[in-house]
């Protein structure tokens, strides 16, 4: 639509800055059981216009409300009272998430109203065959797979509304600091589901510097000092922590894990729904959510295409929730990325070509690392590839089937293969500190899953009569390719299998064996 092009062709930071902003004007109320929609709205437009608003299922049904105004939030506030405290004490922390019950339930009961809810999960995989089944090509499958799955817009801002009540505890001790999401939550491929990794964030430099040139005098903060950025990022992270186990209403399961690579806390915010992981600020992670970002925005066939072979790969068991041996996600985004860069033309610019599109305002060296790259999006030239997502689709299951991963590896910012710097056995450069491996984590069997099931996959796309298959009611396109592999029929898959590892052949199919509609379910749930 004509709105979402307008909305796609604002700069990473407009769109950030925008929605933290609406973040602040926002509060969250747990509705009373009999909810009058009607009512409840003109009650809190009495304190203030209401700019947006939605209501949400989750343990009860819940309204985000957004006010057009700051000063909104305080007026209601004012009329707020403290919960009782009967049975429990209460710490008297007032934030911006209210409960609201009905004082006359009986009078009030009857005007009982119903609500549209929007959905905060995407539908179950099995759900979305029957769905995908009834489209007319595998390009209006993979959409309606991308429209069912991606964060909408309701969720986006309950996403920004929990940073921003982490932000109210973390000003507490540091009033100019911010928190912000990172990762899926903005980089355009979050699906449904996913966590909400969010970032603290106290650089306001820029606007200290300017101010600091003036007077006669050097002039500087006395600060307690420490000896590592990362002691201080360990103490600040423990105490914000602690704050949100301690005082923060429906902060649970808090875990405090400092001594990664990279310290962070770990908690479920049961208001929204999010599990939250909170870290201080790291520039490198931003500016790959912003370069996803850039490529999400300059061809729908970009998130189209990702959003399939990331539920692909989850339904195979190729990516998991939990860290192991197998290929991120965002590993895997990158190869989809890569492979666009291949095309003939091209559907996206090389991470280089991106760097020379850049102005001064876009120059950033991060540690070391140069990490700039154009932010204007319409600087970007539109690609003049037409090829349909029928054939990307099947062309990225070829190209990766048959992709020598033993010599080459896979660099985005040349956006070609080069020889791999050392014996991984798959080699994604790190687009930003290139002296890493992304995909460092995966072992031999799982790169060895990923190929064979790469090309079962373009077997399939090649081979299939679509019209015989939606005549029988049988799954075809990308429909077919969402149902583990080896249940029709596991002979014909052990020939397509030649030139693969014997080890890995047995794996692969007792893996295949343990694959039920349960697991399936599951699998693709989160």
Same mark, same amino acid.
């Given at each position: 639509?004509?709105?979402?092009?307008?909305?796609?062709?604002?700069?990473?930071?407009?769109?950030?800055?925008?929605?933290?902003?609406?973040?602040?004007?926002?509060?969250?109320?747990?509705?009373?059981?009999?909810?009058?929609?009607?009512?409840?709205?003109?009650?809190?437009?009495?304190?203030?216009?209401?700019?947006?608003?939605?209501?949400?299922?989750?343990?009860?049904?819940?309204?985000?409300?957004?006010f057009s105004e700051k000063d909104?939030?305080?007026?209601?506030?004012?009329?707020?009272?403290?919960?009782?405290?009967?049975?429990?004490?209460?710490?008297?922390?007032?934030?911006?998430?209210?409960?609201?019950?009905?004082?006359?339930?009986?009078?009030?009961?009857?005007?009982?109203?119903?609500?549209?809810?929007?959905?905060?999960?995407?539908?179950?995989?099995?759900?979305?065959?029957?769905?995908?089944?009834?489209?007319?090509?595998?390009?209006?499958?993979?959409?309606?797979?991308?429209?069912?799955?991606?964060?909408?817009?309701?969720?986006?801002?309950?996403?920004?509304?929990?940073?921003?009540?982490?932000?109210?505890?973390?000003?507490?001790?540091?009033?100019?600091?911010?928190?912000?999401?990172?990762?899926?939550?903005?980089?355009?491929?979050?699906?449904?589901?996913?966590?909400?990794?969010?970032?603290?964030?106290?650089?306001?430099?820029?606007?200290?510097?300017?101010?600091?040139?003036?007077?006669?005098?050097?002039?500087?903060?006395?600060?307690?000092?420490?000896?590592?950025?990362?002691?201080?990022?360990?103490?600040?992270?423990?105490?914000?922590?602690?704050?949100l186990d301690n005082f923060g209403?429906?902060?649970?399961?808090?875990? &405090?894990? %400092?001594?990664?690579?990279?310290?962070?806390?770990?908690?479920?915010?049961?208001?929204?729904? @999010?599990?939250? !992981? +909170? =870290?201080?600020?790291?520039?490198?992670?931003?500016?790959?959510?912003?370069?996803?970002?850039?490529?999400?925005?300059?061809?729908?066939?970009?998130?189209?295409?990702?959003?399939?072979?990331?539920?692909?790969?989850?339904?195979?068991?190729?990516?998991?929730?939990?860290?192991?041996?197998?290929?991120?996600?965002?590993?895997?985004?990158?190869?989809?990325?890569?492979?666009?860069?291949?095309?003939?033309?091209?559907?996206?610019?090389?991470?280089?070509?991106? &760097?020379? %599109?850049?102005?001064?305002?876009?120059?950033?060296?991060?540690?070391?690392?140069?990490?700039? @790259?154009?932010? !204007? +999006? =319409?600087?970007?030239?539109?690609?003049?590839?037409?090829?349909?997502?029928?054939?990307?689709?099947?062309?990225?299951?070829?190209?990766?089937?048959?992709?020598?991963?033993?010599?080459?590896?896979?660099?985005?910012?040349?956006?070609?293969?080069?020889?791999?710097?050392?014996?991984?056995?798959?080699?994604?450069?790190?687009?930003?500190?290139?002296?890493?491996?992304?995909?460092?984590?995966?072992?031999?069997?799982?790169?060895?899953?990923?190929?064979?099931?790469?090309?079962?996959?373009?077997?399939?796309?090649?081979?299939?009569?679509?019209?015989?298959?939606?005549?029988?009611?049988?799954?075809?396109?990308?429909?077919?390719?969402?149902?583990?592999?080896?249940k029709s029929n596991p002979s014909?898959?052990?020939?397509?299998?030649?030139?693969?590892?014997?080890?890995?052949?047995?794996?692969?199919?007792?893996?295949?064996?343990?694959?039920?509609?349960?697991?399936?379910?599951?699998?693709?749930?989160?």
């Open positions: 639509t004509d709105s979402e092009v307008n909305i796609r062709k604002k700069t990473f930071t407009e769109v950030q800055t925008e929605r933290l902003e609406q973040a602040e004007r926002t509060v969250l109320i747990k509705c009373p059981q009999k909810l009058n929609r009607k009512k409840l709205l003109q009650y809190l437009s009495s304190h203030g216009n209401i700019s947006s608003h939605f209501f949400f299922e989750n343990r009860g049904v819940h309204a985000l409300i957004e909104s939030i305080a007026s209601l506030q004012d009329a707020i009272g403290i919960p009782s405290a009967a049975e429990h004490h209460v710490v008297p922390f007032k934030s911006r998430l209210f409960t609201f019950t009905l004082k006359n339930t009986v009078s009030q009961a009857a005007e009982e109203t119903p609500v549209h809810l929007s959905p905060q999960s995407h539908i179950p995989v099995t759900e979305l065959i029957q769905k995908l089944c009834r489209a007319d090509s595998i390009s209006s499958q993979m959409y309606v797979l991308l429209n069912e799955y991606q964060l909408t817009e309701e969720n986006i801002k309950l996403r920004f509304l929990a940073c921003s009540l982490v932000r109210d505890f973390a000003r507490a001790y540091f009033p100019d600091s911010t928190v912000k999401p990172f990762g899926s939550s903005v980089n355009t491929f979050g699906k449904l589901g996913c966590d909400v990794d969010m970032f603290l964030d106290f650089h306001d430099t820029r606007k200290h510097a300017a101010k600091m040139k003036k007077g006669p005098f050097e002039m500087e903060y006395q600060m307690k000092r420490l000896p590592s950025e990362r002691l201080a990022t360990q103490k600040i992270l423990s105490v914000i922590g602690d704050c209403p429906g902060c649970v399961n808090v875990q &405090k894990i %400092l001594n990664a690579r990279c310290p962070l806390v770990k908690f479920s915010h049961q208001p929204t729904g @999010f599990q939250c !992981d +909170l =870290s201080v600020s790291n520039s490198i992670a931003i500016k790959s959510s912003e370069l996803l970002y850039i490529y999400g925005c300059l061809d729908s066939r970009v998130r189209a295409l990702v959003f399939s072979v990331r539920c692909w790969a989850r339904v195979h068991g190729l990516t998991n929730s939990v860290p192991g041996t197998w290929i991120t996600n965002f590993s895997l985004t990158m190869m989809i990325v890569f492979f666009l860069q291949k095309r003939s033309p091209p559907i996206i610019p090389t991470l280089d070509q991106l &760097k020379e %599109l850049a102005d001064e305002k876009d120059k950033h060296v991060i540690g070391g690392y140069d990490c700039s @790259f154009v932010s !204007d +999006l =319409s600087k970007i030239k539109p690609t003049k590839n037409t090829e349909t997502l029928d054939v990307l689709l099947g062309d990225f299951f070829e190209y990766f089937g048959n992709f020598d991963f033993r010599k080459n590896s896979i660099n985005l910012r040349k956006g070609k293969e080069v020889n791999k710097p050392e014996s991984s056995p798959l080699y994604i450069w790190n687009p930003f500190e290139q002296d890493l491996n992304i995909s460092k984590n995966v072992n031999q069997p799982q790169l060895e899953k990923f190929v064979a099931m790469a090309r079962e996959s373009a077997w399939i796309l090649q081979k299939e009569d679509k019209t015989q298959r939606m005549i029988n009611k049988e799954p075809w396109g990308l429909a077919a390719l969402l149902i583990p592999f080896g014909k898959m052990k020939n397509r299998m030649k030139g693969i590892g014997s080890e890995t052949i047995r794996s692969l199919l007792d893996s295949l064996k343990l694959n039920n509609a349960n697991s399936l379910q599951k699998a693709v749930g989160k």
